[in-house]
């Protein structure tokens, strides 16, 4: 059985660059769209950033230009700033230092799940490592050559060596500045280093076993309770894969069945409590990626702006579109000793207290988008079950007309005054709302991991 799988947790589609954990083997094409291969084996799968150029023209060097044009910079002076709607962002993690810099905020809640995935190993055969003085636990090592390539996890959870999470959350705060903002980071750290132990380049993967706890954990709020005042109201998910089957009908009962209970199941268990939110993808694909495609997950895709929105050429689409984000250009700030600092070439980059400013694309920042508008709804009272036909009817219909398989209901806006009124009419506005998701998820890849080649 052979399949083809494209893995994104990614600013933008961009050429990869793909190395082995153990038990996995690899063929890849090192195109834009590069897809690589499961061949045999069981495990994680780690997919490197290569350098790119931010798209050019695309969006503004300006942060929060977005704003104005969705109608957030009218809602948040009329107080509707996401207060008391408490977001998880699934993700690589989200830097403390920078929101507390850019934002003047913290971070109300981290959960590390890398950590807690790994623990066992890093108690029992404490091995470390440290990269810009953050020190990882190593929890396996492989020698290529005259290189080691060591998979190892953050042992601080206010850190973010990939930025990419940081840049996510950044997008919320952008739209909703006052959310209760929860951070689950997930996933390895993939270190290459020479034979002084130098390192030469780092990479992040998203495992599904990190992830899959943080869906189970992280999901039931800082008190580890479900169905209390602390449960997140939204989750954002910016990470996803796209399968495409070779041989049709195959099935993959195995495969299905770990993908089921380690995401799915989850999911489903918690979607009547919380709104989940997740990234289409960034590989022109006609299918939403895995999360985004579940029927319990709102599946975002990404426009460009310039005068006009018109659908971003590296998103995916399909019948399970519900809305779309502004995805490309978008300026936010990521860590300065992240990966995508380092990698990225942007003549708009502008230094600050501990981040850099970078225009961005992808689905992975349409979606938070999609998330920080949606919690300005939910601080109005808006109930969870009528959230997506209310914010429907407050959306730029993109063409074509109508609800369709590019952006489907088209871009949110923030409530509009009349909405507002109501709200505070209500007595609502400022309530609080209590109520029950880089590199690059691998759930596609357990599909895949008894694969034959």
Not at 188 to 202: N, W, Y
Not at 205 to 221: F, H, I, R
Request: charged letters at 15%; one cysteine or more; proline letters at 6%.
């Amino acid at each position: 059985m052979r399949r083809l799988l494209f893995i994104f947790l990614s600013p933008i589609a961009f050429a990869l660059n793909v190395t082995p954990l153990p038990g996995f083997h690899f063929t890849f094409g090192n195109s834009f769209f590069g897809p690589f291969k499961v061949v045999k084996g069981s495990g994680i799968a780690p997919v490197l950033l290569a350098p790119y150029q931010a798209t050019g023209g695309s969006g503004s060097c300006t942060y929060g230009w977005w704003r104005d044009l969705l109608g957030v910079s009218q809602a948040n002076e009329a107080g509707v700033t996401g207060k008391g709607v408490k977001v998880l962002v699934i993700d690589s993690g989200v830097d403390e230092k920078v929101i507390e810099n850019f934002f003047g905020r913290k971070v109300n809640w981290y959960y590390n799940a890398s950590y807690e995935a790994y623990k066992d190993i890093c108690k029992s055969n404490p091995k470390y490592i440290k990269v810009d003085n953050i020190t990882f636990c190593i929890v396996d090592e492989k020698t290529l050559g005259w290189r080691k390539v060591y998979y190892a996890v953050p042992l601080n959870s206010t850190t973010d060596i990939f930025g990419h999470g940081t840049a996510v959350a950044s997008m919320i705060l952008s739209i909703a500045p006052n959310v209760t903002l929860y951070v689950a980071k997930v996933g390895l750290a993939v270190i290459v280093t020479d034979q002084s132990g130098k390192p030469l380049e780092v990479g992040y993967a998203v495992d599904p076993v990190s992830l899959s706890l943080a869906l189970y954990k992280a999901t039931l709020g800082p008190d580890g309770k479900p169905g209390t005042s602390d449960d997140p109201d939204l989750v954002n998910m910016s990470l996803g894969a796209v399968a495409t089957v070779e041989q049709p009908f195959a099935i993959d009962l195995f495969g299905d069945l770990l993908e089921y209970y380690l995401m799915k199941l989850p999911i489903d268990e918690n979607s009547g409590r919380m709104i989940f939110i997740a990234a289409a993808g960034n590989s022109a694909e006609n299918i939403p990626s895995t999360p985004a495609i579940y029927n319990d997950v709102w599946a975002i895709s990404a426009v460009r702006y310039d005068g006009n929105y018109e659908p971003a050429f590296y998103t995916n689409k399909g019948l399970g579109i519900d809305f779309a984000g502004i995805g490309s250009g978008v300026y936010l700030p990521v860590p300065n000793y992240s990966s995508i600092a380092k990698l990225i070439q942007d003549p708009c980059a502008k230094e600050g207290n501990g981040y850099v400013l970078l225009r961005l694309d992808g689905t992975s920042f349409a979606a938070p988008m999609v998330t920080g508008i949606a919690a300005l709804y939910l601080q109005l009272g808006i109930k969870k079950s009528s959230l997506k036909s209310t914010m429907s009817e407050h959306t730029v219909d993109v063409p074509p007309s109508g609800k369709d398989i590019y952006t489907g209901y088209g871009v949110p806006e923030a409530p509009p005054s009349s909405l507002i009124s109501e709200g505070t009419s209500s007595g609502s506005t400022f309530s609080s709302v209590s109520g029950v998701w880089l590199l690059f998820i691998l759930a596609r890849a357990l599909r895949r991991s008894h694969n034959r080649s």
